[in-house]
């Protein structure tokens, strides 16, 4: 009997050395990937922070932002075993930057765009100036079309149409007077 005994522990003996082994290798993975799922969000919002700081530039200095997102791109976003740029948030970024730089640009424009002699090339100017920033506005994704960085794009927009409208009413001034 003692033999009999021996002969049925060892395949639970084995079994249990098993079930141990994998029970190890389960957590070992599980642990690596939680490690690489956290890498990937701190990297993740490492890009969402130099985003930000290229939306912000957007709105001081529209070539030195576009300039900078570039370099980004190849740099960061791009490279021999990744792409970024298919990535749906980096997308959404990408879209918010680079409309931030086409509006500001309009913005800087202004004055050489409204330096027209008559009211109505002036008005042509103006319209323009809203069609082609309402339309750049309004290329924004639907998620997108909310939050701090919506409102401050439309506020950009609607600064276009008062420095504009300012413009017009000065000719407007001047043929009257």
């Known amino acids: 009997m003692p033999n009999s005994n021996k002969t049925a522990t060892r395949p639970l003996r084995w079994f249990a050395i098993a079930f141990t082994g994998l029970a190890l290798l389960v957590t070992g993975c ?15 919002q490492q890009l969402a922070d130099k985003f930000d700081q290229l939306f912000n530039l957007a709105f001081e200095s529209p070539d030195k932002a576009e300039e900078q997102f570039n370099q980004l791109v190849f740099s960061d976003l ?38 027209q002699n008559t009211l109505f090339d002036m008005y042509i100017a103006r319209n323009q100036l809203l069609i082609s920033s309402g339309s750049t506005l309004y290329e924004l994704p639907y998620r997108l079309r909310s939050g701090e ?20 009413d000065q000719l407007s001034s001047k043929t009257q007077a």
């Open 30 to 44: 599980t642990t690596s990937e939680l490690d690489e799922n956290e890498r990937a969000l701190v990297a993740k």
């Open 78 to 115: 791009v490279t021999d075993d990744h792409n970024l740029l298919a990535d749906d948030d980096v997308r959404a970024f990408q879209t918010l930057v680079q409309i931030a730089v086409r509006l500001n640009r309009d913005a800087r424009d202004i004055p050489s765009k409204m330096s």
């Open 149 to 168: 960085r919506y409102q401050r794009l439309k506020g950009l927009v609607a600064q276009i149409d008062k420095e504009t409208q300012k413009y017009v």
